[in-house]
Nanobody, 119 residues
Framework: QVQLVESGGGLVQAGGSLRLSCAAHGTINNINAVAWYRQAKDEQRELVAGLDSSGNTKYADSVKGRFTISRDLTKNTGYLLMNNLEPEDTAVYYC?????????????WGQGTQVTVSS
């Protein structure tokens, strides 16, 4: 059984920074790919950033130049570094990772972490 555990959310003033972590626990061979989504109140969940198995990244236009997605395969952890945060970034952030396990690769979701940016 694989579980993704998120951490790093919180309350920050506009212009501040946070780093979200997404740690994979269980019997894991590798994190093939990782993505971060967010869902603001009364809004649909949207893709914020993605990192594929080749190391290619993509970002939502609203976060380009401010957010950076990465992963540390030695720690089985994905990250989202968020700089110059804006009140519009307030949302619950979810990680979504493709985990290579002894059974088969599969996508998993984290439980979500709240990010609140005050003006």
């Amino acid at each position: 059984q694989v579980q993704l555990v998120e951490s790093g959310g919180g309350l920050v003033q506009a212009g501040g920074s946070l780093r979200l972590s997404c740690a994979a626990h269980g019997t894991i061979n590798n994190i093939n790919a990782v993505a971060w989504y967010r869902q603001a109140k009364d809004e649909q969940r949207e893709l914020v950033a993605g990192l594929d198995s080749s190391g290619n990244t993509k970002y939502a236009d609203s976060v380009k130049g401010r957010f950076t997605i990465s992963r540390d395969l030695t720690k089985n952890t994905g990250y989202l570094l968020m700089n110059n945060l804006e009140p519009e970034d307030t949302a619950v952030y979810y990680c979504n990772a493709e985990i290579d396990s002894p059974v088969r690769p599969r996508w998993y979701w984290g439980q979500g972490t709240q990010v609140t940016v005050s003006s």
